[in-house]
């Protein structure tokens, strides 16, 4: 997993330039492997970072943090941002949900999200949101280590 958000990163890494970002990259070292279908979790990885450059106050740092737990490996992306409430995240992963940012301008989340959800749920994995009012926000997901022999469709070691 580090290696494939290295790569990403470095894809993206116009989008930090623009916003005087800077992005920071930490991982426990232990057994980061994951069973997954490499494309479609880069996918994921590309919307939740471009999401937390566009999405986050210039001039800032975006935390990325992989780890493992109880056989599943949980990658978060952290940015400061203006506070999402509760009902707004709660409704996040579904399409097409719009923000009013103000009276005149509306901020789309479009289809990312919900597919980001779509393909960590196909893994047998779960996405999270959370927001406080310090502007601190939290994007991530969850993937489990071992392998499901019911679910076996294109799977590749990450």
Do not use: W
Not at 124 to 143: K, Q, R, W
């Amino acid at each position: 997993m580090p290696e494939l958000v290295t790569e990403t990163v470095s894809e993206i890494s116009n989008l930090l330039i623009e916003k005087g970002q800077k992005l920071e990259v930490n991982s426990n070292g232990e057994n980061l492997l994951v069973e997954a279908d490499r494309f479609q979790i880069k996918r994921v990885l590309i919307n939740f970072l471009a999401n937390a450059i566009s999405h986050g106050n210039n001039d800032s740092k975006i935390e990325v943090e992989i780890t493992v737990k109880d056989a599943n490996l949980y990658l978060s992306v952290k940015n400061k941002a203006k506070y999402l409430s509760k009902e707004f995240l709660s409704q996040l992963y579904q399409k097409f949900k719009t923000k009013s940012v103000s009276k005149s301008t509306k901020h789309g989340m479009g289809l990312g999200l919900y597919l980001s959800k779509q393909i960590i749920d196909a893994h047998n994995g779960e996405v999270h949101a959370d927001s406080t009012p310090d502007g601190t926000c939290i994007f991530s997901f969850s993937l489990p280590q071992t392998h499901d022999a019911k679910n076996d469709n294109a799977r590749i070691l990450l």
